[in-house]
C-alpha cells in the first residue's frame, strides 16, 4: 500500500493540479448596497429601494464579552438606558416619537444586546420622520444623560427580564447550552449580567463603560428603503460626521471558542418531556466561498431528509412521541446537526430504538429519488423567482440582513451569484452525492444528549450511553419508501356553478356561487409566481358542537391526517403532497375551521381533490387514535405538573360551566375519545354548513371553474343548524383568585375584563379594537415599565375569539411578589385613564401603526389569504382589506372612547388572578 502511495505522490509531481486544488470562488457582494466610511471611523451601508418605508440600524461592536468582572451587564443595561433620555429626548419622548411615526416599540423590537453586538432599530413607515430617528441615533452615539433616577428604575425592568428569560429550574435547552460553552469565553459572560452587578450598578459607572465603547470606529449605521443614495450620504453626513473619533480598538475575536461537545445527561424541568438526541458537529458556520456555501446545503438537505424519514417512520409505526426533529442547530460560530425526540419517558427504549435503526438505514442505503426530489422543490423555486424575491424583500429585512452579515462576517450575495450557487447545488446534488453525505453525516461523531423525567435514574442512563453508541454503528437495514403513485380520487359527478361574477376591480376579485352554497373568491395577484394559497373553511369550530364531542375535536385534525384518504396512507399522502410541492394545514379553531392548502398553480386539480376528499370520506386508523389520544392526554398531563398549568386550570373551573367548551380536555375522569366521536366531529363540521374557498394567487378565472365543477361544488353538504356560539360562563365569576404555588421567586398578576357583546360585527369594529389593544399595550408599557420599572414586558391579551358574544381582555405581569400590590393599582391607573378619555392624538398614531402593519398584506398573498378568510368567513366583508387606510382613519376618538368604556368600564365583570411563590 505504502508504494503505491509513494507512486501516485510520483506521478502528480509533474502535475500542479495534483498538488492544489482550485480555489473556491468567493462568494460576490450584491453592488446595490453601499458601504462607505466617515473621516471618524464610523462605517454606514445604504440601499436604496422602491418600497415607502425607511429602516435605520445603529450597531455597536460592543457586547458582553467586553465587560471586565465587575461590569456584568453593562453593555445590556446600557442599551436599556438609550431609551431613559438623552440630549435631545427626555425621559421616554423618543418613544413617543417611534409610536407616533407609526412604528412599534416594545420589549425586543427596537434594540438588543448580545455577546458581541449591540444593535438599535428603528423601522419607519416613510421618510418623514428619518430626521428625527437620526437625532435619536446620534444621541445614542455620544449624548445619553444616565439620570440617576432614571438608572435605578431602570434596575426594576431588567430584574424583570431576569424573570422573563430565566427561570429557576433551567430548561434542559438552557442546561446544556450552557454545558456547551462551558469551555469558552462565553461562558463568563451572561449577556444579563448578574443580578448583583446590575443592582450594584451607578450612572457613573454605567457612563464610563458608555464612553468606553460607544465611540464612531466601533459603529456601523445601516439605512434602507425610501431613499436616494444621495439623501442617505447626505444623512450620515449630518448626523454623524462631528462624532468624535476614540481611541478604543474593535475588539479581537473571542480565543477560547473550542466547545463541550461531551455527552450529557440531567434531568429536564418540570412540565417537559424526556428526551433524546444527538448532536453532530459540522464546523464553522460562517460562508465566504462558493463551496463552502455548497456544504452548508447539502447538510440542509439531509436534515431534512432525514427529518422527513423519522417522521415517517414514527408514523407508520404509530409511536407515541410529543415531537420529532432534524435540523440546522448553530451555536455562536458553530454549526450542528440536531436529531432527537421528546416523548414520555415510559417509551424511553422504543423511541432510542427507532431512531437508531432509521439513522443506521439512512446511512447505509440512503434515500429513494422520490424522497430527494421532494426536498429539492424550494431550491428550484429560489432559482426562478430569485431576482422577485429580492424585490419583494421589505427595507427592514433587507437591514437585517446587513445586520446579519456584519454579525456573521458573511457577504449578501448579488441576485446572479445567488443563482449561481442554487444552479450549482441543484447539479451537484444527485442522488449518489446526496447519499453519500447522508452517509458521511450519520458516520460522523456525535454528543448524545438525554433529558432524563424525575423518575428516571441519571446514573442508569449514563451507564446506557456506551450501548447507545454501539446500537448506533450497527449495520441498518433497508426500508421501503411508501408507494406514491396513487392518484387521488376523481368525482364521476361534477357539481354546477349557479353564478359568476366580478366584484372587485383593483384589485380583481371573482365570486363563484356553486349549488351545495359554497362561496368561492378569487383575489388575483397578477405578481408572476406559481403559488396559490387556499382556505376553504365556515364558521363553527369547536363552538358548533355538543359537549359529548369535545374530548374529541382536539385529536381529529392530527388523527384524520396521520390516517390517510382513500387508498392511500398517511405516509403516503404526505410523500404524495411534498412531490407535488404541497403543503397543508387542518385546523379546528374555537369558532371556525379550515383546511389551508399552499400548492403551485399546475397542481390546482390536486389540491381541491384533497379538499373534496378529505370533506367526503375521512379514515381513521385506529393505530393513529390511539397515539394521538394518548399525546395529547401526556402533553396536557405534563402541563398540569406546571404552576402555570395549575393556575391556568384553577382559573379556567373559576370562570366556565362545566358544559363550555372553553373546559381543559383530558381531565382525568373523562372519558377516551373513540373512532365513532371523530368521524361524528367530522360529520358535524364538514359535511354540513355553507363553506368559503378563498384562492389568492396569480391564475385566471376560467383556469379554476371546470376545477370546481369538477371538485367543489359537488361536495354533498346538508344544512347547518344555527350555531350557538357561547363559551358560557359561570353565572357568578369569581372575582379574586389567589394561589401560592408558584416555585418561580416570582408573582403572575392577571386582571381580566368580561363584559357582554352583542353588537353586530364589522371590519370597521376589528379594525378599531386592534387599535385599542395598540393603545392598551402602550399605556401598559408605559406606566408598568417604564415609569415604575415593575415589570420587562407587561401585555394585553385579547381572548375571545371571532363570534363570540363576549370580550374578554387579560392584562399580565411577571412582577417582584413584593410588588403585587403597586402592580394592581398601576393596572388600575391604565383602566381609569381608558375609561376617562382618549384623545385624538392618541387615535391617529395607533391608526398610523395599524395601516404600517396591515399594508404589507398587499405584497404577501399568504397573508392576505388568512385575512381574507377570516373576514368573509366571519361576515366582516372584504372591503375593509381593499382601502386599509381610508378604514382606519374612519375611526374617531370617540368610537376607541366608547369600546373602552364597553369592555373596561362599570358594566364588565373584572377578575383578580394572582400566582405567588410558594
Given amino acids: 500500500m505504502m508504494k503505491k502511495l509513494l507512486l501516485a505522490s510520483m506521478l502528480c509531481l509533474p502535475l500542479l493540479g495534483c498538488m492544489a486544488q482550485e480555489p473556491s470562488p468567493p462568494l460576490q457582494a450584491d453592488q446595490q448596497w453601499v ?22 440600524r445603529l450597531y455597536f461592536h460592543t457586547g458582553s464579552l467586553q465587560e471586565s468582572p465587575t461590569q456584568a451587564g453593562y453593555a445590556h443595561f446600557v442599551e436599556h438606558m438609550a431609551f431613559n433620555g438623552s440630549l435631545h429626548y427626555a425621559h421616554n419622548d423618543v418613544i413617543t416619537m417611534v409610536q407616533q411615526a407609526g412604528a412599534s416599540f416594545g420589549p425586543d423590537l427596537n434594540a438588543y444586546t448580545t455577546y458581541q453586538e449591540t444593535v438599535y432599530t428603528l423601522d419607519l413607515p416613510d421618510n418623514l420622520a428619518v430626521d428625527k430617528a437620526l437625532l435619536w441615533f446620534r444621541d445614542i452615539a455620544d449624548g445619553l444623560t444616565f439620570s440617576p433616577q432614571e438608572v435605578e428604575k431602570e ?98 475575536p473571542v480565543k477560547k471558542r473550542q466547545q463541550n461537545l461531551q455527552d450529557y445527561v440531567a434531568h429536564v424541568a418540570t412540565g417537559e418531556h424526556a428526551s433524546f438526541s444527538l448532536l453532530i458537529g459540522r464546523g464553522r458556520h460562517s460562508m465566504t466561498t462558493h463551496e463552502q456555501l455548497l456544504d452548508h446545503r ?53 423511541v432510542q ?29 429560489d432559482l426562478q423567482y430569485a431576482a422577485q424575491n429580492k424585490y419583494d424583500l421589505l427595507p427592514n429585512e433587507h437591514a437585517n440582513h446587513r445586520i446579519w452579515a456584519i454579525t456573521n462576517q458573511q457577504v449578501l450575495q448579488s441576485t446572479f451569484d445567488f443563482q449561481y450557487g442554487l444552479k450549482q447545488l441543484l447539479n ?57 403513485a396513487t392518484i387521488l380520487h376523481q368525482p364521476t359527478q361534477p357539481g354546477e356553478i349557479i353564478t359568476s361574477q366580478s366584484i372587485h376591480s383593483d384589485p380583481e376579485i371573482v365570486q363563484w356561487q356553486l349549488e351545495n352554497n359554497v362561496n368561492v ?41 396521520r390516517s390517510g384518504i382513500g387508498s392511500m396512507d398517511g405516509s403516503q399522502v404526505d410523500s404524495y403532497m411534498k412531490r407535488k410541492n404541497m403543503s397543508m394545514q387542518f385546523i379546528i379553531d374555537t369558532t371556525t375551521h379550515w383546511l389551508n392548502i399552499n400548492v403551485n398553480k399546475p397542481d390546482l386539480d390536486d389540491a381541491l381533490a384533497l379538499i373534496h376528499q378529505y370533506s367526503t370520506a375521512p379514515k381513521v386508523d385506529n393505530a393513529q387514535l390511539a397515539a394521538v389520544t394518548q399525546t395529547q392526554q401526556e402533553n396536557l398531563r405534563q402541563f398540569l405538573t406546571t404552576p402555570l398549568g395549575q393556575f391556568t386550570n384553577e382559573i379556567n373551573l373559576a370562570s366556565y360551566s362545566k358544559d363550555s367548551y372553553q373546559q381543559l380536555r383530558y381531565l382525568v375522569g373523562q372519558p ?13 363540521l364538514f359535511k354540513q354548513g355553507k363553506f368559503n374557498l378563498i384562492i389568492v394567487g396569480d391564475i385566471a378565472p376560467s383556469d379554476i371553474t371546470p376545477l370546481l365543477r369538477q371538485y367543489i361544488a359537488n361536495i354533498p353538504l346538508i344544512a347547518q343548524p344555527p350555531v350557538e356560539i357561547n363559551p358560557h360562563f359561570k353565572p357568578s365569576l369569581v372575582n379574586r383568585i389567589e394561589k401560592t404555588i408558584n416555585t418561580e421567586d416570582s408573582a403572575v398578576v392577571i386582571h381580566r375584563y368580561v363584559s357582554s357583546d352583542i353588537s353586530n360585527q364589522s371590519a370597521k369594529k376589528i379594525f378599531l379594537e386592534d387599535m385599542l389593544h395598540r393603545l392598551v399595550n402602550q399605556k401598559l408599557l408605559a406606566n408598568i415599565r417604564e415609569s415604575k420599572g415593575l415589570d420587562y414586558t407587561p401585555m394585553i391579551y385579547v381572548i375571545n375569539k371571532d363570534g363570540e358574544p363576549y370580550s374578554d381582555w387579560l392584562m399580565i405581569a411577571h412582577v417582584a411578589p413584593a410588588n403585587v400590590a403597586q402592580t394592581e393599582q398601576a393596572f388600575q391607573e391604565v383602566i381609569t385613564s381608558l375609561t376617562q378619555s382618549i384623545s385624538e392624538e392618541e387615535t391617529q398614531t395607533v391608526a398610523k401603526q395599524l395601516i404600517v402593519a396591515l399594508k404589507p398584506i398587499e405584497d404577501k398573498p399568504e397573508q392576505m389569504a388568512f385575512m381574507l378568510n377570516r373576514y368573509i368567513t366571519h361576515g366582516y366583508g372584504f372591503e375593509a382589506l381593499m382601502n386599509i387606510e381610508a378604514t382606519a382613519q374612519s375611526i374617531t376618538a370617540q368610537e376607541m372612547h366608547q369600546r373602552a368604556l364597553q369592555i373596561f368600564g362599570d358594566g364588565s365583570k373584572k377578575q383578580i388572578s394572582i400566582m405567588l411563590p410558594n
Fill in 353 to 381: 430504538e427507532l431512531i437508531l435503526s432509521t439513522l443506521s438505514s439512512l446511512r447505509d442505503f440512503g434515500v429513494t429519488q422520490e424522497e430527494l426530489e421532494a426536498q429539492l422543490h424550494p431550491f428550484k423555486d
Fill in 155 to 252: 434596575k426594576g425592568v431588567i430584574m424583570g427580564e431576569f424573570r422573563h428569560r430565566y427561570r429557576e429550574e433551567k430548561p434542559l435547552e438552557q442546561q446544556y447550552y450552557e454545558h456547551l460553552i462551558a469551555t469558552t469565553d462565553y461562558a463568563e459572560h451572561d449577556v444579563l449580567g448578574t443580578k448583583v452587578q446590575v443592582q450594584q450598578a451607578t450612572a457613573q459607572d454605567l457612563q464610563a463603560f458608555y464612553q468606553q465603547w460607544y465611540q464612531p470606529q466601533l459603529a456601523e449605521v445601516v439605512i434602507t428603503g425610501n431613499l436616494t443614495l444621495a439623501q442617505g450620504e447626505e444623512w450620515i453626513q449630518r448626523y454623524f460626521s462631528s462624532w468624535q473619533k476614540g481611541t478604543t480598538p474593535r475588539p479581537e
Fill in 672 to 684: 377516551t375519545p373513540t373512532r365513532t366521536q371523530v368521524l361524528n366531529v367530522h360529520q358535524q
Fill in 298 to 350: 447539502l447538510d440542509n438537505i439531509a436534515e431534512q431528509l432525514i427529518d422527513q424519514r423519522l417522521k415517517t417512520v414514527f408514523r407508520d409505526s404509530a409511536q407515541l412521541h410529543s415531537q420529532l426533529y432534524a435540523m440546522n442547530y448553530p451555536v455562536l460560530d458553530q454549526r450542528y446537526t440536531l436529531i432527537g425526540s421528546t416523548f414520555p419517558y415510559q417509551q424511553r427504549s422504543l
Fill in 428 to 484: 451537484t446534488a444527485t442522488i449518489e452525492q446526496v447519499n453519500q453525505r447522508l452517509k458521511q453525516l450519520l458516520n460522523g461523531d456525535a454528543a448524545i444528549i438525554i433529558g432524563a423525567d424525575k423518575q428516571e435514574n441519571l446514573e442508569q442512563l449514563t451507564d446506557e450511553l456506551s450501548q447507545l453508541k454501539k446500537l448506533r454503528k450497527r449495520r441498518g437495514t433497508q426500508l421501503n419508501a411508501a408507494d406514491v
Fill in 521 to 561: 373568491y378569487l383575489y388575483r395577484t397578477y405578481n408572476n409566481r406559481n403559488q396559490l394559497h387556499l382556505f376553504y373553511s365556515r364558521v363553527g369550530g369547536i363552538a358548533a358542537l355538543p359537549s359529548e364531542l369535545y374530548s374529541a375535536v382536539d385529536i381529529t385534525p392530527m388523527v384524520l391526517t
Fill in 35 to 56: 458601504t462607505g466610511q466617515l473621516e471618524n471611523g464610523l462605517t454606514y451601508h445604504i440601499y436604496p429601494d422602491h418600497h415607502q418605508a425607511v429602516s435605520i
